[in-house]
């Protein structure tokens, strides 16, 4: 069951378990599922306008695992090179959407910035 996120309005968190062993079966075979928690985590902060976004937390564990604002495009970038490397082109459009967004944003406050 997903715990309270840092916004009441957060997507859920994605549980993971917390062994080490079953965790690393866990990512081979939910892997796609987790890179869309992942994404959909990064659409909800960018609607949002969050800094900060929960997206993981272990199995009967306190630990959550987070994504600040700097590191979004980082991983959008690296669930894209996944999806175009296995393949599953269907998701794709829906990532550049979301870092063609980030980075207008990003133009946008960089030009707020220097005014």
């Known amino acids: 069951m997903a715990k ?3 916004n009441k309005d957060s997507p859920p ?7 080490n062993t079953e965790l690393k079966s866990f990512t ?8 869309e928690q992942v994404v959909g985590s990064i659409e909800f902060a960018v ?3 969050l800094p900060l976004i929960e997206v993981f937390q272990f199995k009967n564990s306190d630990f959550v695992i987070t994504l600040s604002e700097k590191d979004y495009l980082t991983n959008l970038d690296n669930i894209y090179s996944y999806y ?3 393949e599953k ?6 990532l550049i959407k979301l870092r063609k ?8 406050n960089t030009d707020e910035k220097q005014t």
């Open 13 to 19: 968190l994605y549980v993971l378990p917390s062994d």
């Open 101 to 108: 967004t980030i980075m207008e944003r990003f133009i946008k």
């Open 28 to 35: 081979k075979k939910f892997k796609s599922d987790m890179m």
């Open 4 to 6: 309270k996120n840092i």
């Open 84 to 86: 175009i490397e296995k």
């Open 89 to 94: 082109y269907e998701y794709c459009p829906r």
């Open 47 to 49: 609607e949002n306008d």
